[in-house]
Each structure stands twice: as C-alpha cells, then as structure tokens.
C-alpha cells in the first residue's frame, strides 16, 4: 500500500474515534460567539484532536529537530494576526506532510523534514500551516462544506447516519488532509510570505517547496501531502506565489532555498580549484596570488550568480587572448584576464564550468521558470 493510502487510513481512523460514542447527542453551538469564545473553543476542538492523533502516531522526541522547528515558529509567532499558543510537534511518519488543527497545534513529519534542502524551506511550511490556524481556515473551510462551524462538526460527527460518516470524511480532508478552497490556499502562501519576509527569512522558501513538491508528486504518486494537495491549482499557486514576490519587490533567489551554487576554495589534486556545488570549475597552481584571487571570484559567485541568471549574463568579453578580456555575472566585472596568475585555466574555462553547474542544479529542480 502508498505511503499516501496509509496515511489517509490512519487519519481516517482517528477521525472515527474523534466522533466518539454513536449514540452521543449533538452540542449546542452558539451563532454570535465572541472572539475569545470561538478561540477557547477552538482551542478544545484541536485539543481533542491532537489527544487522539498521539495516541494513534508516534510523536518524535528529537531535542535536535525540535529544537529547529520551534525555533523557526518562535520567530514567525509574533509576525501572526492572532497570538495561538502554536505547538509543534514532530510525527514518526515517512509520509511527507504538514498540517495544523485549530487553535494552533501543528504536526510535521519525519518525511516532511527529510525532503526539505533548507531551514528557509522549512520555515515556508510552517508559515504557511501558521496562517491556517492564524486565520481559522480549517473552520471556515469546514463551514463551506457543511454550512456550520467546526464545533458543530465535531459534535455532528458523534451523531448516527450517513450525515456523521460525510462529516467525518469532511474533518479528515479539512483538519488532517489539508483539503482547502484554493483562496484559503493562496491567502496562507501571501500571508506566509508576509510572515517570512517580517520575521528576516527569505521566503523564496515558500516557492521552492511548492515548486519541489510538484515534481515529486509527478514523479512519484504516493507524494500527496496536505499542504499541498494534488489539485489542479496547484501550477496557479505557484503562479500566484510568484506574482506576489515580484509584486512586493521580493527577490526571488532559489539558491538559498534550495542550498545550490555553493563557492569553496580548496587543494584537489595538488591543483587549488574553486568549486561550485562540490565541482571544481576553475584551476591553478596553489600559490599566494591564485588564493586572493579564487577567493575574491569565489565571494563574487556566491552575491551574484543565481539560479535565474540568463545564459549569455555569463560571459568573457573581449578576445579570449587578450590581457584585457574578462568574465562577467550580468554587469559585474568577476575577474580579468591580466590578473589571472602564470598556471591557471583560461576565463572561458570558468564560464563553462559554472554554465555546466548551472545547468545541471536547473535540472535538479525543473519545475521553475528561471526565466520569468
């Protein structure tokens, strides 16, 4: 059985003890709650979720990785409308998935935190599951569905008749599944954004992951997690992602978030040789001037070149032989030619090595459109 079937059986099993006894009565749910009702009662409904949920999963405790998404949910707290109490918590699952109940409890998997590169990917799932539970999306969700309130959802469910088993099915895709309108997926990547960019990450995270698990789910079915269902929208909220970045003069830098184009200096085969992403593109002999140099060019690669620079933006100007040619990321001047020490590679060496890793770190992430 997929990863993604047993997770949704399992879920749905603890949806079905959610409801409890069959023949328990409906609870009274008020229409004009006050703000601080529906929060406390929000609060018991996740509460009661999250009883069941660890009873039926494997909680992790790993002071490290704990210590990692707690971190992350300390900084973007305050960035939140509301100030939830947002536990998170860590499930021995393999499936990769990330979800929150109401009143702020959010679950993230083992499989979750194996396929993020970066803690900048990790901080756009927990933002964007942040905003969920900051905005009462499950709750309102669960009303479009069933035309009342989670509250009443959950006392529905402990009812008789086909109307409890549609409600439970409702609860599983809305709480577990991660089953939202595309306007309450979209709002959660805007506002996660938000979140990330006033918190100081870079929240190209948010657009790497989504881009990352759509070439997952292509290539491999069982890939279904809740934050990001398997809907055809899924291209629009990458598009609209995108658009919001663009729209809000945020620079979009993969590289970070996806842990590419990294620059190091170092002696491989008697030769000193700069790397990029553990490829040596450029040589020459291990000496005083060579170590300024590949070191400066090195700097200058890790501020400058992306993943969405353009092809012809790396380049050699001038006559290859010439003192005065040199290497170029858009209109910055890299390194020269006259410079270059006795012994070491010629610039065009350096601009095909890096076009090559360049390359390949595009193919390694196909779902974006570099060139937009």
Request: glycine share 6%.
């Amino acid at each position: 059985m997929r990863l993604a079937k047993r997770f949704a059986a399992s879920a749905a099993l603890i949806i079905m003890q959610i409801a409890g006894p069959a023949n328990a009565a409906p609870a009274s749910i008020s229409s004009d709650m006050t703000p601080s009702d529906a929060t406390s009662q929000e609060i018991k409904l996740g509460d009661r979720v999250a009883a069941e949920i660890e009873k039926n999963w494997t909680i992790l405790v790993n002071p490290v990785h704990q210590a990692k998404v707690e971190t992350i949910v300390n900084r973007l707290s305050p960035q939140m409308e509301r100030r939830l109490n947002y536990n998170v918590h860590i499930v021995d699952h393999k499936m990769v998935n990330a979800f929150s109940l109401s009143g702020g409890g959010i679950y993230v998997t083992t499989g979750m935190l194996d396929f993020v590169r970066t803690d900048l990917e990790l901080a756009g799932v927990l933002a964007h599951e942040m905003v969920h539970a900051d905005k009462k999306h499950v709750i309102i969700q669960s009303a479009r569905n069933n035309k009342m309130t989670l509250l009443a959802i959950a006392a529905a469910i402990a009812s008789r008749g086909n109307g409890a088993a549609m409600v439970a099915a409702s609860v599983l895709q809305v709480a577990v599944m991660g089953a939202y309108s595309i306007d309450l997926e979209k709002e959660a990547d805007s506002l996660g954004i938000n979140a990330l960019s006033r918190a100081g990450y870079n929240p190209v995270g948010m657009l790497t992951i989504q881009e990352r698990l759509k070439e997952e789910r292509m290539k491999r079915p069982e890939i279904n997690p809740g934050i990001y269902q398997t809907h055809p929208e899924v291209e629009e909220r990458i598009d609209a992602a995108e658009k919001y970045m663009e729209d809000h003069d945020i620079p979009i830098r993969r590289k970070f978030a996806l842990g590419n184009l990294r620059t190091d200096v170092s002696v491989i085969s008697g030769d000193l040789t700069l790397t990029l992403d553990g490829v040596g593109v450029w040589r020459g002999h291990d000496d005083e001037n060579t170590r300024t140099l590949f070191g400066r060019v090195a700097s200058d690669l890790w501020k400058y070149l992306e993943m969405e620079t353009l092809p012809f933006d790396i380049r050699v100007d001038g006559d290859p032989g010439s003192p005065s040619a040199a290497f170029f990321i858009e209109t910055k001047k890299i390194a020269t030619a006259r410079e270059r020490p006795d012994g070491t590679e010629p610039l065009s060496v350096l601009r095909e090595g890096i076009q090559k890793v360049l390359t390949e770190a595009r193919r390694n992430h196909p779902m974006a459109d570099y060139y937009k």
